[in-house]
């Protein structure tokens, strides 16, 4: 898949989360790595602090953003075909984006769950 098209599913995994959530997203990045993850099984990673462990001196001086990397490689060779990559790249970046929000893995596979028994990933 070229990048672009990888990109626009990102693009559109963020859009389909609903408006209350995206307005909520603060000081974060998603950032797409072409190749694969360091140890070849993550297929995202959040960085930073979580707006559930922000303080109230948070944003007081400037803060770079939190970052959210996707890697193109590794979700591709899961997938195993273009036709899985829509839906497991919105699972990635919701799941990651649970972590911006202070979710635990516990936590985001509940919600995971919760997800696909409504048909959304």
């Known amino acids: ?9 990102i693009s559109q995994a963020v859009e389909a989360l609903p408006e209350r959530i995206r307005e909520k997203l603060n000081n974060v990045e998603i950032v797409l790595e072409e190749g694969d993850s360091p140890n070849n099984s993550l297929f995202g990673l959040y960085h930073g602090v979580s707006q559930l462990h922000r303080g109230s001196s948070y944003g007081m001086n400037p803060t770079m953003p939190d970052k ?44 995971e769950q919760k997800w696909a028994s409504e048909g959304k990933v």
């Open 1 to 9: 898949m070229q990048r672009q098209e990888f990109e626009n599913l």
């Open 68 to 111: 959210i990397t996707i890697w193109k490689g590794t979700i591709e060779k899961f997938a195993g075909s273009d036709l899985a990559i829509p839906n497991l790249v919105r699972r990635v970046v919701w799941h990651e984006i649970g972590h911006h929000f202070g979710f635990d893995e516990a936590g985001i596979r509940k919600l």
